[in-house]
């Protein structure tokens, strides 16, 4: 059972370019989100999705999309990176249907640096 | 809007040196007050939901209390592998959470 994965690991982008960062469970979880984490700010909500088909935005959406065609993928699409986005990046997932663990699932993170 | 804020920032203990952590937070309407670890380079690991004031869970050396303001992370004879970062977050309603900045523990032998 390997939950949240998400790839890649590292990457390094130039100002202006683009990239997806990707995320797969396999959990069967319905809800899915897109953090990220800046040193001394904390993990910080970009978009969510309760179902294929359906996401929002949460607190930090600009500069990013995404989509949620099917239950296991949520990825997240950077447009014309700027250097304000270069953080760590995390994906999670949870159940609302499960009493315990009630908690989010995270993936190992994806840490993005623009140049 | 729901406001999570942890202290210290930082703490060092000696092996064994009992300390708590604190997580006060605002917020309308509480369903669920998590406390997460994460370790250098790796995403959070969830540790402890807590659901309402007077609650109280233990794992290993580890407990976490509630009231209706705050809630407490108490490790009990720390030893070097808790050194991490903990992390509470909230939940209201919907499925969100909002999480606080951490408290980053190092425990020396």
């Known amino acids: 059972n390997a939950g949240v994965t998400q790839t890649p690991k590292f990457r390094i982008l130039k100002i202006g370019q683009s990239m997806t960062l990707q995320c797969t469970q396999d959990m069967n979880h319905n809800y899915m989100y897109w953090y990220r984490q800046d040193p001394g700010m904390g993990l910080k909500l970009i978009y969510y999705s309760v179902g294929a088909g359906i996401t929002d935005k949460g607190e930090v959406p600009n500069g990013y999309n995404v989509s949620r065609s099917t239950t296991e993928d949520f990825p997240l699409r950077l447009e014309l990176a700027a250097p304000s986005q270069t953080s760590v990046y995390f994906c999670?997932?949870?159940?609302?249907?499960?009493?315990?663990?009630?908690?989010?699932?995270f993936g190992s993170g994806t840490r993005l640096t623009v140049v | 809007e729901d406001q999570v804020t942890q202290s210290p920032e930082a703490l060092r203990l000696q092996e064994g040196e009992s300390s708590s952590l604190n997580c006060s937070y605002t917020v309308s309407g509480l369903r669920g007050l998590f406390w997460y670890r994460q370790d250098p380079g790796k995403g959070p690991e969830f540790l402890f939901t807590?659901?309402?004031a007077g609650e109280e869970k233990e794992k290993e050396r580890l407990k976490a209390t509630l009231t209706k303001k705050e809630s407490f992370l108490h490790i009990t004879a720390p030893k070097p592998e808790d050194s991490a970062t903990y992390l509470c977050?909230?939940?209201?309603?919907?499925?969100?959470?909002?999480f606080g900045t951490g408290t980053q523990l190092k425990v020396e032998l």
């Open positions: 999670a997932s949870s159940n609302p249907q499960d009493r315990e663990p009630y908690g989010y699932t």
């Open positions: 977050a909230v939940q209201a309603w919907g499925n969100k959470l909002t």
């Open positions: 807590l659901y309402s």
